[in-house]
């Protein structure tokens, strides 16, 4: 049973760097499978990250690119997330989730259970 | 940007079909995927590809995707679907909609 977890720091403080960690169990992160980020502020809806393959090839949405690095530690089966940076505006309920693939036609099969990161 | 818009809410009463629509531009030239997403719980994918519903997920969910809309319906709609759902596509990058809460009456 795949299973995703999210560590990290649930409190930042303004212009710092927001740094999170997805352990994945039950699945071999060297897999042929993406492994992304997805955020929800609070009351609001979802917005991708970036996403990541084992082979190091990332991906990260263009207006957060200047700001995200995704990062992957296969002998721990991890995956990391840094934002630099983080404002208020970056407050919200970080999610890491697997994909079976990137691009037109995937989709968030597996997710993590989330962690609140407040920026303040 | 690419945009995925949603109606806020839906109402829909106890085993009847609701219907939650997703407008963009060109949407049907895209795959749309859904997700269903509890209070306090991670979002859960319901359908893929437009169509394709996971393992596990109940045969009552059911997509479609024409034209300007796609359109996720719940049919004989119970009480644990009671949710926000979100469609999700893909231009250059994953873009999700705005959201619907349904609520069952």
């Known amino acids: 049973q795949v299973q995703l977890q999210e560590s990290g720091p649930g409190l930042v403080k303004p212009s710092e760097t927001l740094s999170l960690t997805c352990t994945v169990s039950g699945y071999s992160i060297s897999g042929d499978d993406y492994w992304g980020w997805i955020r929800q502020p609070p009351g609001k809806g979802l917005e991708w990250i970036g996403s990541l393959y084992h082979s190091g090839s990332t991906y990260y949405k263009p207006s957060l690119k200047s700001r995200v690095s995704i990062s992957v530690d296969i002998p721990k089966n991890q995956f990391s997330l840094r934002l630099t940076s983080v404002t208020a505006a970056d407050t919200a309920v970080y999610y890491c989730a697997r994909s079976g693939d990137y691009g037109e036609g995937s989709a968030f099969d597996i997710w993590g259970q989330g962690t609140m990161v407040t920026v303040s | 940007s690419y945009e995925l818009t949603q109606p806020p809410s839906v109402s829909v009463s106890s085993g009847q079909t609701a219907s939650i629509t997703c407008s963009g531009d060109k949407l049907g030239n895209k795959y749309a995927s859904w997700y269903q997403q509890k209070p306090g719980q991670s979002p859960v994918l319901v359908i893929h590809q437009d169509r394709k519903r996971p393992s596990g997920i109940p045969e009552r969910f059911s997509g479609s995707n024409s034209g300007n809309t796609a359109t996720l319906t719940i049919s004989g709609t119970q009480t644990m679907d009671e949710a926000d759902y979100y469609c999700?596509?893909?231009?250059?990058?994953?873009?999700f909609g705005t959201g619907t809460k349904v609520t069952v009456l």
């Open positions: 999700q596509a893909w231009d250059s990058s994953y873009v």
